[in-house]
């Protein structure tokens, strides 16, 4: 489950603060690029076939709409990250590759921004 608090939802950009307290499976946004930037705890993230790499405090990442991407392992929880998508990304674009693991509707739990 991801806690979800939208800041901002302007046309050309959102921004969320995610907390992270478990596995978040592939998938992948057919309308925004992304950028995370990890703001606390630690955790593997996955970018298409690569080799996942470990995230920590302070460092970010950045992909283009339709590349699939993941947290396979949290290690240090909550993993608190700050996304921002350009253009802005609908709640409901989160697309799972595994269509089991659920939809942005099942795996999010919003609460809105202040």
Do not use: W
């Given at each position: 489950m991801l806690i979800d608090i939208r800041l901002t939802d302007e046309a050309a950009a959102s921004s969320r603060i995610f907390r992270i307290y478990k596995p978040v499976p592939a998938?992948?946004?057919r309308t925004c690029d992304e950028y995370l930037i990890v703001l606390s705890g630690r955790a593997r993230f996955q970018v298409?076939?690569?080799a996942p790499v470990e995230l920590t405090p302070g460092q970010m990442q950045f992909?283009?709409?339709n590349i699939v991407?993941?947290?396979p392992e949290i290690l240090?929880?909550?993993l608190v990250i700050l996304s921002v998508d350009t253009p802005r990304r609908d709640p409901s674009d989160v697309i799972f590759v595994d269509a089991s693991s659920g939809n942005a509707h099942t795996f999010l739990q919003s609460i809105p921004g202040y």
């Amino acid at each position: 489950m991801l806690i979800d608090i939208r800041l901002t939802d302007e046309a050309a950009a959102s921004s969320r603060i995610f907390r992270i307290y478990k596995p978040v499976p592939a998938h992948f946004h057919r309308t925004c690029d992304e950028y995370l930037i990890v703001l606390s705890g630690r955790a593997r993230f996955q970018v298409g076939a690569e080799a996942p790499v470990e995230l920590t405090p302070g460092q970010m990442q950045f992909f283009r709409r339709n590349i699939v991407h993941g947290f396979p392992e949290i290690l240090e929880e909550p993993l608190v990250i700050l996304s921002v998508d350009t253009p802005r990304r609908d709640p409901s674009d989160v697309i799972f590759v595994d269509a089991s693991s659920g939809n942005a509707h099942t795996f999010l739990q919003s609460i809105p921004g202040y």
